[in-house]
């Protein structure tokens, strides 16, 4: 069973701050968007089997006597509970504790424990933005899962970046989320300035019924206004973002299921949940041309973890069926070709803005920044 530790609440500048920071070295922004998913190279059999040689004779045995790995996330306590549960299914000696905040909060919260010396966390997910910015603060171990290198599975893109540091488990399509009960089908936006644009939804923007997850944060809103601002310039460009601004959508620091309970009609920068899919809710994922963004799913093990067996035997379950199949479940699209997936939610059916590789990062952080210095949502 998971247990789970207090959450942690930090200034908002904090976060701020430790952004800037991260933009001081973005590379100049790429002139054409790169959605398509880096392809898998072939991994000589020699070196997986000798990974999962390593993996079962010395780092499993190593994790049992670690007891327990931490895992930061900024999932729902639910889902956190039903992994902690199939994953002790197949390691019952291995605890998982869980601690639970928004991703800029835990990444901050990382940071502090290593400066002080005193590392808590062993496994951190949330959004790959923030993953990668523990990354350029060199705060992320490397790690190659067994799994990952796998010669038997033809995954989905090619599961390790390049950095040595993250295994990419999973994706999370993001647009925009509607109300079918409330919105008719033939109002469905189609382009990104059909929402702004058309009188339908500028009425519903001026009735305080449409939201996003808040721009100034790390949230795959700063994602979206990147990609329209900065890949499709010529079509979007910066008007977008202003347009969008000038009405106001309501800001949150991430959706709770307000469109699902119908206290919106639509939230920007949205991700669909399982409960939400079991309970037949009335939403649709609309990812209006060219498309919707898609987030990375990595666990990042932390320099200096308590737990650092424990913690690659947890990130390399992830890559398992059971693992994969949990995270289709959970709202994400996973990474092995053999999960079935809803196809609302699915990388290879939905069209996505680019794929989050560290150069776009570096580039989102970079508009994060424009956004908060703009005090176009100070509002």
């Not at 999370?172 to 702004?196: C, E, H, M, Q």
Request: a negative charge.
């Amino acid at each position: 069973m998971v247990q789970r530790r207090s959450s942690v609440t930090l200034p908002l500048a904090l976060a701020v701050v430790g952004l800037v920071a991260a933009c001081s070295s973005a590379p100049p922004v790429p002139s054409a968007p790169a959605a398509a998913a880096p392809q898998a190279a072939a991994t000589p059999a020699t070196e997986y089997e000798r990974l999962q040689a390593e993996f079962e004779n010395v780092i499993v045995p190593a994790a049992k006597r670690e007891g327990e790995v931490t895992w930061y996330a900024c999932g729902q306590t639910d889902d956190a509970e039903e992994a902690a549960q199939l994953f002790n299914q197949t390691y019952p000696d291995i605890r998982v504790s869980y601690v639970s905040a928004l991703g800029f909060q835990l990444m901050e919260r990382i940071t502090t424990e290593v400066a002080a010396g005193r590392v808590q966390a062993d496994v951190y997910r949330c959004s790959s933005q923030s993953a990668r910015t523990l990354g350029w603060r060199d705060l992320a171990a490397e790690n190659t899962p067994p799994r990952a290198l796998d010669p038997s599975v033809d995954y989905n893109w090619r599961v390790m970046d390049p950095s040595g540091k993250f295994a990419i488990n999973a994706v999370t399509l993001s647009g925009i989320l509607i109300n079918t009960r409330l919105v008719p089908a033939d109002k469905y936006p189609k382009t990104w300035w059909d929402f702004v644009r058309d009188p339908f939804w500028a009425d519903l923007y001026r009735r305080g019924l449409v939201g996003t997850a808040d721009p100034r944060i790390i949230s795959f809103t700063p994602y979206i206004a990147y990609a329209l601002k900065d890949l499709y310039a010529s079509t979007y460009g910066e008007a977008w973002v202003q347009e969008f601004a000038a009405l106001k959508p309501k800001i949150f620091p991430t959706d709770a299921g307000e469109v699902a309970r119908g206290e919106l009609q639509a939230f920007v920068a949205a991700v669909v949940r399982q409960r939400q899919l079991e309970q037949r809710a009335p939403i649709l994922m609309v990812c209006p041309q060219p498309g919707c963004v898609a987030g990375e799913s990595m666990d990042v093990i932390i320099k200096g973890a308590p737990h650092p067996n424990a913690a690659k035997v947890f990130v390399n379950w992830w890559f398992s069926k059971e693992g994969q199949e949990l995270l289709a479940r959970q709202g994400r699209s996973p990474a092995r070709p053999d999960v079935a997936v809803d196809p609302m939610i699915d990388f290879k059916v939905q069209p996505h803005l680019y794929w989050a590789d560290d150069e776009h990062a570096q580039n989102v952080n970079r508009t994060l920044e424009w956004l908060q210095r703009s005090k176009l949502f100070d509002y």
